[in-house]
């Protein structure tokens, strides 16, 4: 059964007002570890959300049955909750859900990866597994592929929607003394994924003759890779660009908009159909995707909405509902680009360099206040020291406590080239998403501490 | 249900030399009042089939939602697929398990699905409402949770085991905006509050409108109190922060799929080896931990793991070195092991079971009760509830943030302190541990997001311990 049949089912049982979503997801996993296959994963699944709207409440309800009574029992809990929130606190503030116009095309679909051909990921394994033993190294990782289609109707008779594929590969060398090196890659389709390349880069890493150094803490100049560049962009997400923590006054750009907040070389976006990035059509309350600047030259401009947190800044929203009806959380971007700079690549960031570090990527990261979008993270899988404008030597793993704006407005240059950068965990439902960015070089990075030693 | 999984087993047995199924469905109600008003009242419930094959040394899984033959048959296709592709990893044993067999449910005394909701918000209305009550409070939350699982396991051993948990709980937050930041200020945890393998009883003992007063007050005082000065000193830990010290520096690193390098590419490695069990000096002759799966209200109890093994205790650090890990039967076989330690997992139906901690407990001492151990300490900083926490891929370098902190002088809780952090090296800081409370004081606390694996799995564990108290710690950032 189709999302969209079952999406239209439901909307025969439901009365009132209410938005149904219905998802397909299929994907497959294939993970390695010490150079061969450990855990392979194969899911198939339908789901049905119903968000039923009760004098101002929005209730919520989902299951993974498709039968008649399943979605009856499923609409009934969903209303039943809108109904007792309006009997036990009075009307809400929910003012409706938005109107769904017919969304833009993409190029987020390949239906050679929808059809799931997991002999492709077998290949993509062999290749890494091939290039770790002429590395002497050894490779894990996973390798996945898989298709989401995702309906959203309503008793208005208004119907979306969207199919979107993803593919992803990660290698993680492990080389003599346990040296670890990192490389990934995330498209659309799974043809653009070469197992043997990632762990070539990733070797690279992981290998050498230099030993490992212990750096001080301190404050050095940086050069951060797209993986590393990404994880400050997701602190920014969570704790600048959500527009309920920002009407609250908890947010990194609270009554900050219209300031400059982080260097003028940053021009950061939420663009659902910039080249590379992983497309979606619309959010979950059926809102057409669309491009909106959130700093540009340095000034922050927006933060990101859905329904329930324009309401109470007064805006609109911006087509970034995660759940039908908001969450509590609130709302989140979910394709954030940020625009490359005059840099060829890592190699000529570096060229600048007297003395700093080079971070492959962070791991662990964790917000810890947010209205300063003050984070900690720790360095892994390629650190290194950069010496006279060139890589030296590998670095024991260092913390970082800094803050997300802070090192944007340190930046000096940016790579040239922004790269999709996704993190491949896919808890609970399979949501690829990812941000597009280029290396960066900041000045006066906060390394707290040694992690790795 | 359990018919149907055998005749699965059946289709692949003949070809593998391993097979499992499982049927699981799960039900989950989650309910939240912010600022006056319900905000996310979600009902969730999904059950389906997953069948894993051992093939060489790997595990295919697949999975398919319902219960009906068509769906298992499909999933079973998928399995097979999966598992005859590729190149064959070598085959690596199992431990020998005896072929369980029961039925099994968890205590819950008040069924939590059979409140209703107009119960579940009228008590959350009023506990969050005395929240706001206090001025300067911005966003006042207060939440509960529960969750059913029933699970129908068989394997091509002979284990066909049936077992219902049930878990709930509940909690409450209050975060003041400042013109210098934010304050939180949650009860009794900030890990959604405490959750038990229980019935709604559990939320009920919370008192949640009773403590609002206390956590709001504490939220406002924390904007206008003294920073947590640096340095090293003594740090007295309890409730969720020593939970959360267990979690990350003593219970992820005992994993042994972990020490073994399979989850190097995501969760890490360890600085735990293998060949450390009975030597490795974890910490202070004072440390005693135990992973115990048979503890009545915690979220990492069961009657049996997800391989169909039944639930232990075992013992992992005895005064102060290794005596165990967190196993599974592949692992435990990998590094000699008679038995596997029964802590595989899995995070509903659509997931292969993976190394998981259980409850992980620090075992009491004889330091009396909190005041007590106050009490016997000149100078030093108390923690018990946690904001953030940070720790390096080999559980070695860790970094915690408190959501405030006490300090003690001269044997007694002095003024609040915000925003302390702590930072340390996991042997080291254990090392420290000097004293620990005495079992009257120890409780458990609840974790419902730890992540692991890929795909992603979040699992819901427990952690036991009495406050405890570590020497030399570095407060502050260097």
Redesign the interface.
Known sequence: MSPEELAQRAVAVVPGDALITATRER????????S????????????LEIAALRRG?????????ARTEDLEL?MA??A???E??A???GR??FAGFPERAAPRPHQGHDPATAALD??R??QA??AA?ESAAAAGV?A???W?AGEVQRAIASPDGSLVSDSVTDAYM???A?GPG?R?GYASAAAVSAAAIDGGALTQRAAQKATGDTDTLVLE?GEYTAVLEPHAVSELLCVLANAAFNGLVHG???GALSGRLGERVVSPAISLSDSPRFPGTLPRAFDAEGVAKAPLPLIQDGVAHRVVHDT?SAALAGAGTTGHALVAG???DGPRPTNLVLLGGGETDEASLCAGVERGIYVTRL??????????SAF???T?DGTFLIEDGRVTSPVA?M?I?DTALGILARTRALGARPTLCAD?????R?FASGTVCPPLLAEGVRF?????A | MRDLLLDLIDGAAGRFPYVDARHVRRQTEEL???N?????????????IGIRIRS???????????SDRGAGE??LA??I???E???R??HTPLTEEPGSRGEYSSHAQIDPFGV???EK??LL?PAEAALREQRGV??G?A?TMARSEEKQFVSSEGASCRQLLTECGGGIAA?A?GRD??QIRSYPGSHSGSVAQAGWEHVLGLELAANAPRVAAEAVALLGAPACPAGPTTLVLAGEQLGMQLHESVGHAVELDRVL??????A??SWVRAGGLGSLRYGSEQMNVTADATLVGGLGSFRWDDEGVPAQSVPIVRNGLLSGFLSSRESAAEIGLARSGGCMRAEGF???P?VRMTNIGLDPGDAGTLEELIGATDRGVYIDTN????????R??F?F?GEAAWEIVDGRLGRMLR?P?Y?GVTPELWAGLDAVCSAPAWRLVSVTDC?KG?????AHVSHGAAPARFRNVQLG??
């Open positions: 994907w497959a996993v294939l993970r390695f570890a010490h061969r296959r450990t855990q392979l994963t194969s899911v198939d699944d339908l789901t409440h929005v209730g919520g309800a989902s299951t993974n049955g499923c809990r969903a039943r909750a809108a007792v929130a009997d036990a606190s809400g503030s997991t002999a990921g077998d394994l062999e597994f050894e894990g990782g996973i996945t990660k290698v993680v492990i346990e670890s803490p609250e006054g908890q329930r908001g969450t509590v791991w662990y990261t964790n917000i810890l206040r947010p209205q300063e900690t993270a720790v892994r793993d913390r406590t491949g965990e896919y808890y609970g399979r707290t501490g040694t992690a790795g | 939240t009042v912010r006056g008003e319900p905000a996310a009242l979600g009902s969730h419930e999904d059950e389906g060489g040394g790997a595990w295919a899984f697949a999975a398919a939602r319902g499909e999933a998928r399995a697929a999966l598992a592709g590729g190149a990893a070598p209703s909701l107009d918000l009228a209305i911005t966003v939350r939440g975060i905006v930041g934010a390098g399979g989850e190097a590419s995501y890490g490695t659509a997931r292969q993976i904001r953030s926490w940070s720790i390096d891929s080999r070695l370098h970094q943030t925003d952090v930072s992540g890929e795909p992603g799995q979040l950032l260097s």
